[in-house]
């Protein structure tokens, strides 16, 4: 198997379950469509993701996915510098958010591609000057959707969840496993 993605934190979880895979980076345009829905949005990059990877390896199994921050119909990304993560920081405190993760699995030789999309809602504390000064200077939401990790010093930024957290870390198991099954059977790996 193939993972179609630079994410750290996506070759950790699939680890951490068991499988082996190497990792391979696709390289995909990923400005968002004019129009394009967040879901929608999610679900083509993942898509677009592990078809560029399958048709370099056209035998083998590729997952990739795109994981994406949004309050009302704002989209949050990874921010560019530490002034646009404290933005983000501000807009996603004390309110709900939503992470959407879209997951594909592709094998062109087959050929199968499938996808589906994620959903969670995350509920920020208020968050002081202070507290988003001090987060952003750990480094950490440097890489990351929305400014922050639920995985990391982030946690403490979170009030609660509602859903997947493996989806808020960025890949969503559940969703994966699904698609997988769909491909495979009931068979786990």
Do not use: C
């Amino acid at each position: 198997m193939i993972l179609a993605s630079s994410s750290p934190r996506r070759a950790e979880i699939l680890r951490d379950i068991g499988l082996r895979f190497r990792v391979v980076i696709p390289d995909v345009d990923e400005k968002r469509l004019v129009g394009e829905s967040p879901r929608r949005y999610v679900r083509r990059l993942a898509l677009d993701k592990a078809r560029q990877v399958a048709e370099r390896y056209p035998h083998e199994w590729v997952v990739a996915a795109d994981t994406t921050v949004v309050v009302g119909d704002t989209v949050f990304g990874k921010p560019r510098d530490s002034r646009q993560a404290r933005r983000m920081l501000r807009d996603l405190s004390g309110r709900s958010h939503v992470v959407l993760s879209g997951v594909a699995v592709a094998r062109l030789s087959t050929p199968i591609r499938r996808a589906a999309v994620s959903r969670t809602r995350v509920f920020f504390r208020k968050l002081t000057r202070v507290d988003i000064d001090r987060y952003v200077k750990t480094g950490e939401p440097n890489d990351k959707a929305g400014a922050y990790g639920i995985q990391g010093k982030g946690a403490l930024l979170i009030q609660r969840i509602e859903g997947s957290y493996t989806n808020v870390v960025g890949f969503p198991l559940e969703t994966f496993l699904s698609l997988w099954q769909s491909v495979h059977g009931p068979r786990l790996f």
